[in-house]
């Protein structure tokens, strides 16, 4: 071997561990870099135009990563990222709802509502046990409206974050599509090192499969194709921008944009896991759910009590009963009545001022308000409001008015066509709303339940006005109470507390919504299923995100084994690489000296 061809050898041999140096420093200073996938050298005996072995070239810089691995990452990202966000919406639903033996549970405040009505049975004339029930129907119904306003803020919450999603979607998306220009060009070029720019398409691959579910395959020049889990591109070449707005509020009746492509392509069905997956299930169903659950047990309480409360009166009665049942057209709108309805006006003491009692028949609504006005004269009157609301008031304020159901101390049928169909109702009273104990604002007996649970709240004037509640029941006898001699309820009389303590205590059919099966216990008790299904799908997610953090955990550590830096073997690579290094330094050291010799031979 010629003096060059050591020298040459030596150089190569200075260059390549010069660059094995700056790989194991590179390797060390990115030891906590997330994502960091650790280079390798290869390096091999250079050949000078077939000449033999005459020094040393890098064959190859090695990234030393794992696709499958780093695949089966990402799917399981997915399934981690779905199920952080159905625990953390979770977690938030159950403190509203509260426990199954909290105090501030909702099936709670039902059973303590029901404690307050047996108070009052038992002295229907004190005024503390009147106050005590108002209050805590007014905590009930408040519970309500708050966990129907969190349930609707929540739904508007995922909502928000679905547009943050898909805007962190797009941005990564672009990012995979310039690199993958990058990588292309770059990889062109023999022993050009790419891997930084893998590392980053790796970790944006990532972030990109936490939030929704995608599948990979990459091309022979490096760059990495990207689509949907049902097969439709997201990066081919250019990257396509998802679109998605959110809703400016969420009302019960929303309807949500679907996510699509910037062609117009909706890919929202192929949405199966990821944080999106989560947010959409909690957004359109598990949130709704619950809504529609605490919308029936509003309404199924709110019937369970006006049915009882509709039936008596209280002393002093209230002057004015409203309807809560608003009519479209009070001329034409016909309701059959099924047995005798009596009317009165009494005084404060109970004492009959004027009665009437009105024939069973079929009447529009504006001929059954002129028939109770008629009948109760000068002392009373009755009319169709322009709410179109049948509304009965005594003349005189100091006065107030009472009716009950002349059907041998059972409910009046009832039946009306709104519309849809005839459907029977029971107990006069009840069907018009005139007293009732819980109110919904646009919704009444017999109409869908949504949105009760945001609207229920007690009768205003029963508020101010506790010694309204209904005690006893108007006297049902043949003859009419004598007026100005007879009570038309009597003093002491708690019949109707202890009607409405037994009705709450009583098994209630419940239909099947939400997921709930249909359900026959006292309200109580049903509150009680709602909370504890809340509590078993909360525990049942946090053993499932227990499981997929283990699981992802367990495969991280398993790249993080082949892929990431390990300290002891870098610095050991660098003490091999300075000994190389140094020997290749002597020997260019040795060739000078030798070569400056037979320089000076020549001399």
């Known amino acids: ?48 135009a077939g000449l033999g072995a005459r020094g040393v070239s890098i064959s190859q810089i090695e990234r030393v990563a794992d696709e499958f691995l780093s695949s089966q990452i990402r799917t399981e990202s997915a399934a981690l990222g779905r199920s952080e966000v159905r625990d953390r919406y979770f977690t938030n639903i159950q403190g509203l709802f509260g426990d199954i033996g909290s105090n501030s549970s909702i099936g709670q405040r039902i059973a303590e509502m029901t404690t307050r009505i047996e108070s009052l049975a038992i002295d229907p004339e004190s005024p503390t046990a009147a106050s005590g029930l108002i209050e805590e129907a007014q905590g009930f119904a408040r519970d309500l409206n708050t966990i129907s306003d969190e349930i609707l803020r929540l739904r508007s919450e995922a909502d928000l974050e679905i547009e943050h999603a898909i805007a962190g979607i797009n941005d990564d998306l672009q990012l995979i599509a310039d690199l993958n220009d990058k990588i292309a060009t770059r990889g062109a070029v023999a022993g050009a090192d790419v891997g930084d720019m893998l590392d980053q398409r790796d970790q944006a691959l990532k972030r990109v499969g936490e939030l929704i579910n995608i599948k990979t395959f990459q091309r022979s020049n490096g760059e990495m194709v990207v689509f949907t889990g049902d097969a439709r591109s997201l990066v081919d070449g250019d990257a396509v921008q998802l679109t998605y707005n959110s809703a400016t509020g969420v009302g019960l009746g929303v309807t949500f944009d679907s996510i699509s492509r910037s062609d117009g392509l909706s890919i929202q069905s192929d949405i199966r896991d990821g944080e999106l997956k989560g947010l959409l299930e909690v957004r359109d169903k598990i949130l709704p759910n619950l809504h529609a659950q605490l919308d029936v047990l509003a309404a199924s309480v709110r019937d369970a009590a006006n049915a009882v409360h509709n039936r008596g009166m209280g002393l002093p009665a209230a002057p004015t009963l409203t309807g809560s049942r608003t009519f479209a057209d009070p001329a034409t709108d016909q309701v059959t009545i099924g047995s005798d309805v009596r009317f009165a006006v009494a005084d404060a003491a109970g004492v009959a001022v004027a009665t009437f009692d009105l024939p069973a028949g079929v009447y529009t609504i504006s001929d059954l308000a002129a028939a109770i006005d008629a009948g109760l004269g000068a002392d009373g009157s009755a009319v169709v409001d322009g709410d179109g609301r049948l509304v009965v008031s005594a003349t005189n304020p100091a006065h107030g008015v009472g009716l009950v159901d002349l059907n041998g101390g059972a409910d009046a049928s009832i039946s009306f066509d709104d519309g849809s169909g005839p459907k029977a109702f029971s107990g006069f009273s009840n069907f018009f709303g005139l007293n009732d104990f819980f109110q919904t604002p646009g919704v009444v007996q017999g109409g869908a339940s949504t949105g009760v649970s945001g609207t229920i709240e007690v009768r205003a004037d029963l508020v101010t006005n506790p010694e309204r509640l209904s005690r006893g029941r108007m006297t049902m006898s043949a003859t009419p109470p004598v007026v100005g001699t007879d009570r038309v309820v009597a003093l002491g009389d708690g019949t109707m507390m202890q009607e409405l303590g037994a009705a709450f205590s009583a098994a209630r059919s419940v239909p099947a919504v939400g997921g709930l099966p249909p359900i026959n216990k006292p309200l109580h008790e049903y509150a009680a299923e709602i909370v504890g299904l809340v509590s078993q799908q909360a525990a049942d997610e946090q053993e499932r995100l227990a499981f997929e953090q283990s699981l992802v955990e367990q495969l991280e550590t398993r790249l993080a084994d082949k892929s990431g830096v390990n300290l002891d073997e870098e610095l050991a690579k660098i003490l091999v690489l300075q000994n190389a290094f140094s020997a290749s330094a002597r020997v260019v050291t040795t060739a000078d000296e030798m070569m400056e010799i037979i320089i000076g031979l020549k001399r």
């Open 1 to 48: 071997m010629s003096l060059t061809s050591a020298l040459n050898a030596a150089v190569t041999g200075l260059q390549v561990n010069q660059r094995g140096l700056e790989i194991a420093s590179h390797n060390i200073g990115n030891v906590n870099t997330e994502g960091y996938s650790r280079r390798v050298i290869h390096q091999e005996a250079a050949d000078t």
